[in-house]
């Protein structure tokens, strides 16, 4: 096993990333800004090194200056965390060249996974139902309206350099389509320099599940079950539930056995998550993500499972410590993504955290580096606690979720938890009743109040 670990990142998941490794006896290296001197992530750890000014591009994306800290650190292995470099093939390959070991999937699988029409090729090819639409990139006009007749309006073109709704336009008749296809290639040149697109037929109310899978280098495979995160907005999630109100037991096993067995006949290694847009009964493979995820933890709640643990030992080389078998999802589970935001208009609230407090009892994680003192910088991400909640069944879990929402404090700068406490009680949200869309909408319906 690793001796010492490098944490190439931030933040609450920084912080996540390091409590592991101390539960496995490994040191830390705490990397960070000159923004993050005071940061919990940089108390905690063992060791750790400034690695440049606040812009991200600076510090924590700034590949020499992270590799001159694992050398001088003398650290085996590097976490990426999310975000910044966890799904960067070419940082993951030089970590491997510089003799450090990548606590994530080869560089290959990330290459594979980022370029959105390879990744959906290589899902059908492994059996994962996908969105009818082209096989591969639309070249000409004449090509796209033949592939739009065929599946039938409303289309999506999608950018293959594009991800996480970047670079998307809907063509709802024939009339739109080539227009929306030279905006779609313009932007998607503009964004990522890479102008391919591809087409698919527009799903108008999905949900947005995602199975969780973990896979270790001798070809054992595990899932553990399923996350609903159709509560976003603007591709942000706000709160993740495990598991989804909109799966009965017998979907749930169908997907998850379908996801094992793609994911042991790619070959893939490490922790993943494989993401569907799911509508009238049938799932769609959009994307899979080859790193952590910050709604891991809801999984973690319900199936016991310690998934960051789990991706080190997998990196290590050592078998996975479970069989699928043992794998017995208990419960439900809710997060509440908490930002320093105004929690009506979303504007990042960066400031001094004056009070804090944060709930506990039963069925209750917070993961956050915050405390009173604290000031939560401007130039990163405005993501400052996770509260995690599990109940025995979603009842449970709701209302345990609305006690720990009323515990908790922090003031100086705003929070979306007066948000959280209002979707919780809305009808909607209580019975499961959401889509993708549906945050969006209750937003623009309190517009007009
Ligand atoms: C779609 C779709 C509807 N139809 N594909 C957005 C992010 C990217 N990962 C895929 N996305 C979508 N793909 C088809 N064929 C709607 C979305 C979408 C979405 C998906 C997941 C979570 C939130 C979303 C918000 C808007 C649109």
């Keep these: 096993m690793f001796e010492k670990i490098l944490i190439a990142n931030r933040g609450e998941i920084a912080l996540r990333i390091h409590r592991a490794c101390r539960e496995m006896g490994i040191d830390t290296v705490a990397v960070h800004s000159t923004a993050d001197a005071d940061a919990m992530h940089v108390r905690l750890a063992d060791e750790s ?16 200056a992270l ?65 009818p639409g082209s096989h591969g990139a639309v070249t000409t006009d004449k090509e796209a309206a033949e592939i739009a007749e065929r599946i039938g309006y409303p289309v999506l073109i999608k950018a293959a350099a594009g991800g996480g709704g970047r670079g998307m336009k809907v063509a709802r008749t024939q009339g739109e389509l080539l227009e929306s296809l030279r905006l779609a290639k ?10 391919v697109v591809y087409l698919e037929k527009y799903l108008g109310q999905p949900r947005h599940i995602e199975v969780q899978i973990l896979a270790d280098a001798h070809g054992n495979v595990v899932h553990l079950g399923e996350r609903d995160c159709s509560l976003q907005r603007r591709h942000q999630k706000l709160l993740e539930e495990a598991p989804s109100p909109a799966l009965n037991a017998d979907q749930r096993a169908k997907i998850g056995a379908l996801v094992s067995k793609s994911i042991s006949k790619l070959g893939y290694r490490s922790a993943g ?116 909640v599990q109940g025995q069944t979603r009842n449970e879990c709701l209302m345990r979720l609305r006690r720990a929402l009323e515990e908790f404090v922090i003031e100086g700068v705003h929070t979306t938890i007066p948000l959280h406490q209002r979707l919780i009680a809305e009808n909607d949200f209580i019975n499961g009743n959401y889509d993708i869309h549906w945050l969006e909408h209750y937003m623009s319906r309190e517009d007009e109040i």
């Design 186 to 195: 313009a932007e998607a040149k503009a964004a990522f320099g890479y102008d």
């Design 49 to 64: 090194v400034c690695i440049g000014p606040p812009p991200g591009k600076d510090s924590y994306l700034n590949i020499p």
């Design 67 to 131: 590799l001159s800290a694992a050398a001088i650190t003398g650290v085996d292995a590097i976490h990426p965390g999310v975000g910044f470099l966890s799904e960067n093939a070419n940082f993951a390959d030089m970590v491997q060249e510089h003799g450090f070991v990548f606590i994530g999937p080869e560089p290959e699988h990330i290459s594979l996974m980022g370029d959105k029409v390879a990744a959906k090729q290589a899902a059908e090819s492994l059996g994962l139902p996908v969105v």
């Design 273 to 388: 998550t494989i993401e569907f847009l799911y509508e009238n009964g049938e799932f769609y493979f959009i994307e899979m993500n080859t790193r952590l995820q910050v709604e891991h933890p809801i999984s973690e709640a319900i199936t016991g499972v310690d998934i960051v643990r789990e991706q080190i030992r997998i990196a290590a080389g050592i078998p996975l410590s479970m069989a699928q078998s043992d794998i017995v999802p208990q419960g439900h589970a809710i997060e509440c993504r908490i930002n320093a935001e105004n929690p009506e208009t979303f504007m990042p609230s960066p400031g001094t955290v004056t009070d804090y407090h944060a709930p506990g009892g039963l069925g209750v994680r917070v993961d956050s580096g915050l405390y009173a003192g604290y000031r939560v910088p401007p130039y990163y991400d405005s993501l400052i606690a996770k509260l995690i």
